[in-house]
């Protein structure tokens, strides 16, 4: 998955009918347009995974330390950079075709150096940030299907040999160009296997993933003495459902139309310069709005994969608030949050239960107050 901006040049056959005329100027208030948005959107997504990274770093409840908050910590560090580095690069691009600069000799070096810049950071972050993305959501897949051995899959030495791994294919991906891979080789493998078997994979998961947990409720069902707790339960299960038809299908609006498009290219589009010019400025358009879609990924991951859960909201507010938010007291009547961040630690029995990193599961010994958010 990538980023590039690339204009269609003029043609020189003077004058332009008024719908070429027309057209043409949609797509320059459209480069405008996209360069406002990025920007703004670039420090959203700065500010939302900053917020995320400090509360792990501050971690004033010490509840980060477990093997999958690494992952969490890839994730929005990849997410981070998209805003800090692509979303800016590419508004800058953007305006700078608005403005016709890549036709000035005075700033034609620093445009295209840029989207030099642009075009390789894209691949590494964005690449990185979905592969993370997707290794979080095996991990929710192992901690409900295979609890006991969750602990023993997902260590902290196993997440970290994954993030390098993805960060060191992501790197050599972005710089395939330069050791003189055909750059047609290049998308089809991005398109294929970074964005098509990627996204198909996910999905997949979010499926297992709630096959699972139905199978991990009528397991531990019969752990459940009292009203309070059945209710509780059948809550959970509501609320588990929800986000995963949401996380669903937040994927599919932010991925599914640069599926689209990027299939598209590569099927019948792919030498937009054979093309009229009127088309070639359609596939422009359309690259420019689904770019400005698939940015907003990055920009709420925090909150779809992160936030939801109440541990990172109370840190935030912790940190925020300067220590001012009370911690949950009592061991045996407090509701715990049991998610693949904490690695499943506990006794057997406790790691049995383990499942959602989205829900919480209450002790079955009694029914829990609801956790302090």
């Not at 770093?57 to 990849?78: E, N």
């Not at 700078?96 to 150096?113: H, R, S």
């Not at 949950?328 to 509701?335: A, K, L, R, Y």
Request: charged fraction near 20%; proline fraction near 6%; include cysteine.
């Amino acid at each position: 998955m990538n980023n590039t901006t690339a204009p269609p040049p003029p043609p020189r056959q003077p004058p332009m009918p008024a719908e070429l005329a027309s057209l043409v100027k949609t797509v320059d208030m459209a480069y405008l347009i996209s360069g406002i948005y990025l920007s703004i959107i670039g420090l959203v997504t700065i500010f939302g995974n900053g917020l995320l990274l400090l509360a792990i770093i501050k971690d004033p409840f010490k509840s980060f330390r477990t093997p999958t908050t690494l992952f969490v910590v890839g994730l929005a560090l990849a997410d981070f950079f998209t805003g800090a580095v692509v979303d800016p690069l590419t508004a800058f691009l953007d305006i700078a075709v608005y403005l016709k600069l890549y036709n000035d000799p005075d700033t034609i070096k620093v445009f295209n150096d840029c989207r030099k810049v642009n075009y390789h950071v894209s691949f590494i972050t964005m690449n990185s940030s979905f592969l993370i993305l997707l290794a979080i959501t095996f991990c929710q897949y192992v901690a409900i299907s295979f609890p006991h051995k969750h602990r023993v899959l997902v260590n902290r030495r196993n997440a970290l040999i994954t993030l390098i791994a993805i960060a060191i294919y992501s790197v050599v991906f972005s710089l395939l160009s330069e050791f003189n891979i055909p750059l047609r080789l290049k998308l089809e493998i991005d398109t294929h296997l970074n964005t098509n078997a990627v996204a198909i994979i996910l999905i997949l998961f979010y499926v297992l993933l709630y096959r699972a947990y139905r199978v991990h409720l009528k397991r531990v069902s019969g752990l459940d003495e009292n009203d309070a707790a059945r209710s509780r339960r059948r809550e959970q299960e509501r609320e588990f459902t929800a986000v995963n038809l949401l996380l669903v299908t937040f994927l599919l609006i932010f991925t599914l139309p640069s599926m689209i498009l990027w299939n598209l290219r590569l099927d019948k589009y792919y030498d937009l310069r054979s093309l009229p010019y009127d088309q070639q400025l359609r596939c422009e358009l359309a690259r420019i709005l689904i770019f400005d879609v698939l940015v907003m990924k990055f920009a709420l991951d925090p909150c779809i994969y992160a936030w939801r859960l109440s541990k990172y909201r109370r840190a935030i507010k912790k940190i925020i608030k300067c220590g001012c938010v009370p911690e949950v007291e009592g061991s045996s009547t407090s509701t715990r949050v049991i998610s693949t961040y904490e690695g499943g630690e506990g006794t057997d029995r406790e790691r049995a239960r383990t499942g959602s990193t989205l829900v919480l599961l209450n002790s079955p010994r009694r029914a829990a107050p609801e956790p302090e958010s």
